[in-house]
């Protein structure tokens, strides 16, 4: 019989439970991350969210996903990176009010397609927007921790330099020359760094995303809001690859 490891992972831990903001630190000038040490640690898969559930005093309820950042070697904490939205219900209690010590209640791991494992191989495309890259980052650092040569093309697109989530890391990602390698755009910021771009992407950031590649990917992950989505999903078809092996996660709007 096969067992469907994600899956019973997920059915296991999906009841909610309350989390401890154990730190909280800076990721970029409008992200900020939030570690959490669940009461009852579960196993999850790299690009897995978790839906975080806050409560008010008059028992008024608001809950929203957040993509675990951490990989699953990582251990019992785990990350969320959250970006402030303005007016943002969730993302403004986190940044405005959230201290080191509140208690949270999540749910994880949630999420069954956007998943990618060591094991899965290679070559991947990952293409993220803003926020969009908090999942891959997870996948990032689960192909570093299980030492994986698995060859990955990252395209990221961010407003600007100071909104880069994760910046140091995934230029340090970069500069190992392991089989990872990154195309970085901003779209209203000048460009820092010789061979980034400075507009949105487009079909010839798409062709040289899959130029870094040793061959044709095996599977693409699309992150980040619904518009962001539709574009990116829609240049990778154009660029010939096939909607089968193309997995998307839309965080809305
Ligand atoms: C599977 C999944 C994973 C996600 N992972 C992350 C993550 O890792 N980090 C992260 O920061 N967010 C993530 N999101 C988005 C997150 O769930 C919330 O939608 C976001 O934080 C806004 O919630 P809010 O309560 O602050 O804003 P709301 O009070 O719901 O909305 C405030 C304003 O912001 C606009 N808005 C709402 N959502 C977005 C959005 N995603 N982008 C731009 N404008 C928006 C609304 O239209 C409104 O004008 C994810 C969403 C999904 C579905």
Redesign the pocket.
Known sequence: MTINLTSAASRKATVWQPATIVDIVARSSR?KSYLLKPEKPFAYQAGQ?ATVRLTAEDGYR?Q????I?TAPEDGDIIE????K????????FFHDTAMVGDEIEIKAPI?GHFIWSVKDGGPIVLIGGG?GV??FMSMLRHRAAQRSAAPVALLYSSRSWDELIFRDEIFAAQQRHDGFDLVLTLTRDKVRRQGDHDRRIDAAMIAETLSKLPGQPAQCFVCG?NPFVEMAAHGLMDAGISPKIVRT?????
């Open positions: 992200v969210h608001a929203r996903n957040y993509s950042a969320l990176a959250i970006e939205l303005d007016g943002g219900e969730v993302s403004g999420g926020s908090v999942p809001s996660e839309r965080y809305g709007v």
